[in-house]
């Protein structure tokens, strides 16, 4: 049973325009949520989180939604750029410690 | 400060061969995670560690084994090396009080 779904393996957009990644959890324990990116042939690098007891964390370009009602969090990125192509991992922690990931949403952003 | 960094980058294996991955950090975490990601999944916790002379498992353990000597080492072990576990295989550590964790780059693992 997965408990982090990523449906959309892949989103393409064009430069400038909104970037929405999407992620949804079904372990309630969940209370605290990230984002990660990641290049080819590079690791993981931490993008942005939010906990659970708010319901929106913004970073510059990158703002996360969280909502617990329906269990889904979003990753919006305004305007998207050619750099931003890339893997974007959900992940969520019952907890400090260990994280669950989602199997990843490829990002193309065209020019 | 280097970060995480994993030793080695690639591998070939036989079947039946064993092998050993090195993860090293230089920020004093005490939490360490060995990851498999396979084609289009996402990243699967295979063992952790919450600090030095500790191990557990994780979502698929079965195979491996690690060891935690040094606080700033994390040692993943395949004993007989099998097709299925041919991967990429990325090492992370974290504060122990903290959620954000910071990975290594990554070593490809071909088994034949």
């Known amino acids: 049973d997965q408990q982090v779904k990523q449906n959309s393996p892949s989103l393409s957009v064009q430069e400038g325009r909104i970037s929405i990644l999407n992620c949804d959890y079904t372990?309630?324990?969940?209370?605290?949520f990230l984002w990660y990116k990641k290049y080819p042939a590079e690791g993981p690098t931490f993008l942005i989180s939010i906990s659970s007891i708010k319901d929106k964390n913004e970073d510059g370009r990158f703002t996360v939604f969280l909502n617990k009602s329906a269990k889904h969090l979003s990753l919006h990125i305004v305007p998207s750029q050619p750099g931003d192509s890339a893997v974007y991992f959900c992940a969520a922690s019952a907890g400090a410690g260990k994280s669950t990931f989602g199997d990843g949403t490829t990002l193309t952003v065209k020019p | 400060n280097a970060g995480v960094t994993q030793t080695p980058k690639f591998r070939v294996l036989k079947t039946g061969q064993s092998m050993t991955l090195l993860c090293a950090q230089d920020m004093n975490h005490e939490y360490m995670y060995w990851y498999r990601q396979d084609p289009g999944m996402g990243l699967r916790l295979i063992h952790y560690s919450v600090g030095e002379g500790t191990t557990a498992k994780g979502e698929v353990p079965d195979g491996y084994n690690v060891s935690r000597l040094k606080k700033q080492n994390f040692l993943l072990g395949l004993e007989s090396a099998a097709p299925s576990q041919t991967s990429v295989y990325f090492c992370a550590s974290s504060y122990s009080t903290g959620f954000e964790q910071f990975f290594g780059p990554g070593t490809r693992l071909t088994v034949l």
């Open positions: 372990n309630s324990m969940f209370d605290y």
